[in-house]
Every structure is written in C-alpha cells, then in structure tokens.
C-alpha cells in the first residue's frame, strides 16, 4: 500500500442471492440497499449503524441475469428500476404496505440484453435511459397520467452499448439557487472502446462530442458523470477492459473533452462512481478491491483510501 493511503473497514454481510451479485446501489437517505443477481432476482435490504442489514424483500419477474437496479428520486415516491440480460426493464414501486412491491411498468423495447440504467437529475422530471447490446439508447419520461415518452438514439455504439450517466442539470460552476434552463446531456461507454457525449436538443438526441472519447483500448465497462456543484468544468470518468481509468474533463460548453489516465490497475476496471460533492472517485476492479481517489491541486489524481 502506497505512503498516505488509508486503509477503511467494510461491513461483509450474506446477501441470499444464489449465483454472481452483479450491482449493489443505496437509496437517496442511505437506509436501503438494493442488489441484484445472475440468479434473477433484486433484494432489498434496510440499513442501521449497528446491526447488519436485514433483508427487507425479495422482487422477482426478470428472466435472465439482472445487471443493474437504480433507485428513483424520492421525490417522485419509492421506486427502482432494474434491466436484465432478458432484453427488459422493469419499474418497481413500492405500495402502501411498507416493503410491497410491485411492478408498475415493463418496457420491452431493445433486441439484446439492456446492461445499464440510469435515472436523470430529477429537475428533468422522471426520466431513465437505458443502454443495451442492441446498439442502442433508450430515453423513457414518465408521465403525470402514467404513461412514458420514448425517445431513442439508434446505434449510439453499434457493437454494443455498456454503460449510461446523466450529466448534472446544472451548467458547470453554478451554485444552488441560481435559476437556469436544466441541462439534459447523457454519456456512453460501448463496446467499441470509445465514451460518447450524447445533448437533447429540438427533440433529438444529438452527439456532443467530437471525435468521440477514445483512450481505451478494450471495451468501456463503465462511465461517470460527475457532479459539478460550483465547479469551473465537467468531468467524466470511464473505466475498461484494458485495466485503465481515464478522467476527462471539459472547461466549458463546446470545448474539447481532455483525458488523462487517472491510473493503470492491471487488471480489468468494472465500475466507477462518484461522490455527492464530484471530487472523489471510486473504482471497483478485478482484483475484488475498490479504491478512493482525490484530485490534487496541481491536478494528479492520488489514492487515499483502499476499502478491505
């Protein structure tokens, strides 16, 4: 372990699934958590400072391997979504009855396996985009009378799309309370190498980058944006195959994305994520490990703390 780096302890506790645990993710107040598994089923479970955590429910109405579940803003009530090998996303609420839950709606709009999800900034209202081996981007909006817009962006990656995140609605550097129009831009990770800055404008989906964001030499696994609260530029983080992880950073509207290799891990990078405040990093790899980085002042990027 490098000079500096701080070693923090981790609570290990038996999820019940029956095969690989693919994503683990905790709800906006950070009293749940939901998991999901190759065995195809999503577990919840609630959270105290000092017991483990106690399974809550379990939801089951994939057919396939779950790859992700993203929980909902609480302002829009209890809700999850979750998308599968099985080509479906599912969105779960929950009903009067604490810790009932029920599916709300099913979209079966992708020809291939849907891989990732992600819920936008709720100043966009409710809306989830979707990406999947078919090539493409899936954008649904709900509705207040319950049903969903579609909006879709055809081969975003044509041999596959890997990963989605949402942009902050807020333009770089502004502070709370200042009133502006939101910002409705997403990123991409495919399995053409490449990262990809998608805006919605008249509309259409548009690609906001040019040339596409492409450092990595193996399929992109994973793509974050980061928040951006009061500061100066964007940032993305990507992660891939090739072991690397590569933050990308851009001073303001239509400038060119920048990259820089945060570190090479060796070993195949799975996903990335950031904190609330945008300035530290989280990097899960293939060695079962998971890192915290934080960016100095002269811009490098170093570890300080290893989660054992």
Not at 119 to 130: D, Q, V, Y
Not at 131 to 140: E, L, M, Y
Not at 221 to 233: E, H, I, S
Request: hydrophobic residues 35%; glycine residues 10%.
């Amino acid at each position: 372990m490098s000079p500096g780096v701080k070693q923090t302890g981790s609570q290990k506790f038996e999820s019940g699934h029956q095969d690989v645990v693919h994503d683990v993710t905790m709800d906006y107040y950070g009293k749940r958590i939901a998991t999901c598994s190759a065995d195809r089923t999503i577990k919840l479970f609630g959270l105290s400072a000092s017991d483990t955590p106690t399974l809550l429910a379990s939801l089951t109405g994939h057919e396939g391997p779950v790859w992700q579940v993203a929980w909902a803003n609480p302002k829009f009530g209890s809700m999850l979504a979750s998308c599968s090998y099985d080509r479906r996303v599912i969105i779960w609420r929950e009903g009067q009855q604490e810790n009932e839950w029920s599916q709300v709606q099913v979209f079966e709009e992708h020809e291939a396996s849907v891989n990732s999800i992600s819920w936008a900034p709720h100043e966009l209202g409710l809306c989830l985009a979707c990406g999947s081996s078919d090539g493409s981007i899936t954008v649904f909006t709900g509705r207040e009378d319950g049903s969903w817009d579609k909006t879709k962006i055809d081969q975003a990656h044509q041999v596959g799309v890997t990963a989605v995140s949402w942009a902050p609605a807020s333009a770089p550097g502004s502070l709370v309370g200042q009133p502006s129009d939101p910002i409705q831009k997403l990123v991409s990770g495919g399995c053409d190498n490449t990262a990809k800055v998608w805006k919605f404008y008249n509309g259409f989906w548009k690609l906001d980058c040019f040339p596409p964001l492409q450092m990595h030499t193996d399929w992109v696994r994973d793509v974050a944006w980061a928040p951006n609260l009061g500061l100066p530029k964007s940032t993305i983080a990507s992660c891939s195959q090739d072991g690397k992880v590569v933050i990308w950073t851009q001073g303001k509207e239509g400038d060119k994305w920048e990259g820089k290799i945060l570190n090479d891990f060796k070993t195949p990078v799975w996903r990335v994520n950031w904190s609330l405040t945008g300035n530290i990093l989280a990097v899960a790899d293939g060695n079962n490990s998971v890192t915290l980085w934080k960016e100095a002042v002269d811009g490098d990027w170093n570890q300080v703390t290893t989660v054992q």
